[in-house]
């Protein structure tokens, strides 16, 4: 990620918590106070339902799924973005509850998914690739009859220690 990129997304993170706070002033004035409440009161009690209804369950039927079908993946992403939905409806903010609506809608998670499970993908690939190459690259440097490395030295076992001054070990033997 490039630096201007980088600041400008740490810029939108910092901005949004202002923006949030700036919408729902002016949502306040427009509708009222009481209406408000109701609607971030609402769209949290959504958000809680989500996450209690989504749950652990959905990751478990995935990791099942990925260990039998090898196709948990989609599921699994599915019930994180839902997990996600339902925590973007627990914050108040307009803009949050709005993503989190949008979220919960299933032909949306599923573009979702496809657009960025298909980033994803190649960035882990690319990443492993990468990986592969360092590696190979650090063990062609070894010689084939090489057993490793080895490591000298001298130890002494924990039992053979005296319990009490009066009773000895028996010396170390030099090596000669």
Do not use: C
């Amino acid at each position: 990620m490039s630096q201007p990129l980088k600041i400008a997304v740490i810029l939108a993170f910092a901005a949004l918590p202002l923006l949030e706070i700036g919408l729902l002033i002016r949502l306040g004035q427009v509708i009222g106070i009481w209406w408000l409440a109701v609607i971030v009161i609402g769209t949290a009690a959504l958000g809680t339902y989500v996450i209690r209804q989504v749950g652990i369950s959905v990751f478990e039927r995935a990791l099942s799924r990925l260990n039998t079908e090898r196709e948990g993946f989609p599921p699994l992403f599915d019930g994180f973005l839902q997990v996600l939905a339902g925590l973007l409806l627990i914050f108040p903010g307009v803009i949050s509850d709005l993503l989190g609506l949008l979220l919960l809608v299933p032909q949306l998670r599923r573009l979702v998914i496809q657009t960025g499970l298909l980033k994803l993908v190649t960035l882990f690939h690319y990443q492993a690739e990468v990986s592969r190459e360092t590696f190979r690259a650090g063990t062609a440097e070894t010689p084939a009859g090489d057993d490793g490395i080895v490591i000298e030295g001298e130890y002494e076992r924990v039992s053979e220690r005296p319990l009490h001054q009066s009773k000895a070990v028996q010396p170390r033997r030099s090596r000669s």
